[in-house]
């Protein structure tokens, strides 16, 4: 059983940066592509950015983040991260990662099959 275990939100004011953590167990952790996706109140899950195994393979942003997030990992660690600078209102919303089964990054939620429960992070202008 793979599990997904999000940590580092919270409550931010604009401008203000934030590093999101993800710790997956039960299974190989470098071999799944993996995301993050986020839910703001009443809108449907969006995604945010995606890698495979490492940088060099590529990584994909949605256009709303692009130059403000990065996606990275740890293969050691087993633990992917996001780190968010100049954050806005907008980005306010509970943020999930995922993990693949298969070989390619994914930006719809129908391209991952395991999730981690959310952290929450608020941004207040």
């Known amino acids: 059983q793979v599990q997904l275990v999000e940590s580092g939100g919270g409550l931010v004011q604009a401008g203000d940066s934030l590093r999101l953590s993800c710790v997956v167990s039960?299974?190989?952790?470098?071999?799944?592509?993996m995301a993050w996706f986020r839910q703001a109140p009443e809108k449907e899950r969006e995604f945010v950015a995606a890698?495979?195994?490492?940088?060099?393979?590529?990584?994909s942003y949605a256009s709303s983040v692009k130059g403000r997030f990065t996606v990275s990992r740890d293969n050691d660690k087993n633990t992917l991260y996001l780190s968010m600078n100049n954050l806005n209102p907008e980005d306010t919303a509970v943020y999930y990662c995922?993990?693949?089964?298969?070989?390619?990054?994914?930006?719809?939620?129908?391209?991952?099959?395991?999730w981690g429960q959310g952290t929450q992070v608020t941004v207040s202008s």
């Open positions: 995922a993990a693949s089964r298969g070989l390619s990054v994914a930006t719809v939620t129908s391209g991952y099959a395991y």
């Open positions: 039960g299974r190989t952790f470098g071999s799944m592509p």
């Open positions: 890698m495979r195994w490492n940088v060099a393979q590529g990584t």
